[in-house]
Structure formats: C-alpha cells, structure tokens
C-alpha cells in the first residue's frame, strides 16, 4: 500500500511539473513570483550595499577603490551563471522541443548580457586605478568580451529569424556552442599569466579575504540573482503573450484586462 502511495504521490508531482511546463500555467505562476523576486533584490541589495560600503574594512593595498569589486565580481559571476541556465533551457527545448524552455533561453539572455556588460565596466573602473590601463588584452577580459558578444549574437540571430521555431533552434545550438567560453573564462588565470589575480571565493579552501568583505560579495551576489530571476519572469511572461496571442486563454485574458 506505501508503494502505491508512492507511486501515486510522484505521479502526481510528475504531473503537476508537466503542466507547469505549458504557458498557459507558467504565465499567472511567473506573475506572483515576481513581486518575492523583487522584495528580495532589494533586501540583499540594501544589506550587501551597507557591509560593502560601510562595514567591510579598507584594503590594505588598494585603499578605498577595491570596493568596486562587491559590484564586479557579482556581475561576473553572474554573467557566467546565467548562461549556463540560458544554454540549459535552450538544450532542453532543442531536445525535447518545449515552448517554454525556449522562451525561457530567449527572456534571460538579455539579464546576462547586462551582467556581462556591468562586469567589463565595472572592471574598466577598477583597472585604471590599478593597472593604469582601462582596458588590457588580458586573457580573462577578452574571454568576457566574447561572452557579451554571445548574449548578443543570441539576441541578434532570434530577432534575425521570423519563424519562433527556427529562431529558438538558431539560438539554442549557438548558446550550447558558446558554452566552451564559460571554462576558459573561469580558469584564465590558472592557464595564462594574466593580470588578474586567482579566485578570492573557492569552494576547497577557506576565503583569501575578511569576512565583511565576503559577506558583502555574498550578499550582492544574491541581490544580482534575484534581480535576474525577476526581470526574467517579466520578460518571459511579455514572450508568452507575444507568442501564444493566437490561443483563447490570451484573448480571454485581453478582454478582462480591458
């Protein structure tokens, strides 16, 4: 009988993940997701903000500048993760030719692109000072330049294409190809002598820093992936109504907000 319930309990759990699956769940879902997502960038953004600022000490060597950091390497990091998930969605409705994965790789592209975007500025800023240059062919910047060209190379040949399903099918092989930068950019350091400096954070060993300046580095990390969930909902749920404006549950929809 416990199997049974087992059984029953994950077929149900099965089917309710399927469903969520359709655009027509997904999109109220996604509606009442985004307000959390919201309250959350600004709590982490308000608390890592005030330790990076305020309470993290001043570096020994770089004085007051180093501080750029609590918003560059978030960014980086960032920019890394949110292709990974991008490539992923994109993979999964390659595969599996799901609507909403696709449009899921399509609403995040644009979040990581910023954040690559923020990433390189932010470095910019941070190596003038420095290095004395805002912009070296260092291994690992050039690596993250080719990382915003492919976000944007990812916008470009969607928007490029007419049919959603060839444009969802472009992309996806495109992120799934781009997805080699992501090592290289990660372990630059290691293969090439560069400029920058190793990984601060490592999960194997204990943090090359103080613990207000990680904490802040932490905490502006979550408000960045929060952020990114949010504009991604909101942005998925405009690609559904796009999309989708041909069914019933959208003009149902229309006529009510009218």
């Not at 509606?31 to 309470?55: H, R």
């Not at 500025?121 to 290095?131: C, E, N, S, V």
């Not at 090592?183 to 920058?196: A, D, E, G, Q, R």
Request: hydrophobic letters at 55%; a positive charge.
């Amino acid at each position: 009988m416990s199997k049974q319930n087992n059984s029953s309990f994950s077929d149900n759990r099965l089917i309710h993940w399927f469903k969520l699956s359709s655009p027509s769940t997904f999109y109220p879902v996604a509606g009442k997701l985004i307000p959390i997502f919201w309250v959350l960038t600004a709590v982490f953004g308000a608390a890592g903000l005030w330790i990076s600022f305020f309470v993290a000490p001043v570096d020994a060597v770089q004085g007051q500048g180093y501080r750029i950091i609590f918003i560059h390497v978030p960014a980086s990091w960032m920019s890394m993760f949110i292709y990974l998930v991008m490539a992923a969605w994109a993979g999964l409705g390659l595969v599996f030719n799901t609507r909403l994965s696709a449009m899921m790789a399509q609403a995040l592209a644009p979040a990581g692109a910023w954040m690559a975007f923020l990433s390189l500025w932010t470095g910019a800023f941070w190596g003038k000072p420095m290095w004395g240059a805002w912009w070296v062919w260092d291994a690992r910047l050039t690596s993250e330049l080719i990382l915003l060209f492919l976000y944007l190379g990812f916008i470009a040949l969607q928007a490029s294409i007419d049919n959603p399903r060839r444009a969802d099918k472009a992309g996806a092989i495109l992120a799934l190809v781009g997805v080699v930068n992501i090592p290289i950019i990660y372990f630059s350091v290691k293969w090439w002598n560069t400029l920058h400096q190793g990984a601060s954070v490592s999960l194997t060993k204990s943090p090359a820093m103080a613990q207000t300046m990680l904490w802040g580095m932490l905490l502006m990390a979550l408000c960045f992936w929060m952020y990114s969930i949010a504009v991604g909902l909101i942005r998925v749920r405009t690609i559904i109504l796009e999309r989708e404006s041909h069914t019933d549950w959208v003009r149902q929809l229309s006529e009510v907000k009218r």
